[in-house]
């Protein structure tokens, strides 16, 4: 957020406040908390952590993993926990954050590389290769082993049952389905599925069904999307189309544009959930973003 982005937050703060709103300390929080300019959608580049039990896994290490990294070694589970990464494609919005990652500068440390490539090792390495990085790959003292994910199967990974689509975006991209305790949590960034929607809606509805959460790529409005053909990005309002009619609990819209400010993201969540409104009025799953 640039500092005339936070002025102007500050500034609709103040203009909308009441004096009851700054009567004493508890007023002010509770005028924080329904105000919706007292927060913001963030700018990390994509990173989510699913955790249960004693496992962490970590879905893309973009620049979210850092302070991600940095809770983990807080709250020890940096050093105790199961810790597996998991990769949709080796872009580097989705890998930049890898060199700022605490735990992998643990002497030991075993860390478990997923993805739907053989070379994920080598692409990671050429990250912090040369005069990339002051660390390189190679002399990392943590123990991280990459592994490759067949399609059309399901592994078994640290108690958990992982699966991959094939997604579309430049140089291959995939996303996951995590199953662990009879809860899912689907993945679908980055893919553009805006081109061909009717041919891929069965695909997508049948990968995510039932899931708990559905995470997907709505980087662009409906008008937008369509000065971005070939980028390998979607709009939300194409995936309540695809699971109107499907169990999930529910839809994140996800991968901001980066140019979005919140305004504009807090649009895009407003019309798709006219959109949903209108198209999917039966459906029982929440929208947020």
């Known amino acids: 957020m640039s500092s005339g982005q936070l ?9 909308e406040a009441k004096p009851a709103d700054l009567a004493d300390a508890q007023a002010v929080e509770r005028y924080l908390d329904r105000s919706p300019h007292a927060w913001t959608y963030g700018g990390n580049t994509s990173c989510v952590e699913v955790s249960f039990e004693d496992q962490v896994f970590v879905l893309d290490a973009g620049t979210g993993l850092r302070a991600l990294g940095q809770q983990l070694m807080s709250d020890g589970r940096g050093a105790k926990a199961g810790l597996n990464m998991f990769f949709t494609h080796f872009h580097w919005d989705h890998i930049c954050g890898f060199p700022y990652f605490g735990p992998i500068y643990m002497p030991g440390r075993t860390i478990g590389v997923w993805s739907g490539r053989s070379d994920a090792a080598q692409l990671l390495a050429n990250q912090m290769g ?58 679908l960034t980055d893919t553009e599925v805006s081109k061909n929607p009717f041919r891929l809606a069965e695909t997508y509805s049948t990968f995510v069904a039932g899931a708990d959460v559905v995470i997907v790529d709505a980087m662009y409005g409906f008008l937008e999307y369509h000065d ?55 459906a029982t799953w929440k929208l947020t973003a």
């Open 7 to 15: 002025r102007d937050k500050a500034r609709a703060l103040l203009s």
């Open 130 to 187: 040369g005069a990339h990085f002051p660390v390189k790959w190679e002399t990392l003292p943590s123990a991280i082993t990459c592994r490759q994910l067949a399609e059309n199967a399901v592994q078994e990974i640290a108690g958990a049952e992982v699966s991959i689509l094939a997604m579309i975006h430049p140089d291959k991209a995939y996303g996951y389905r995590v199953t662990q305790g009879g809860h899912s949590v689907c993945y």
């Open 228 to 282: 971005k053909v070939n980028y390998g990005h979607s709009t939300i309002f194409n995936f309540i189309d695809f699971f109107k009619d499907t169990k999930i609990g529910e839809l994140v819209i996800f991968h901001h544009d980066p140019m979005a400010s919140d305004t504009a993201v807090s649009q895009l969540r407003d019309d798709a959930s006219r959109y949903k409104a209108v198209i999917a009025p039966n």
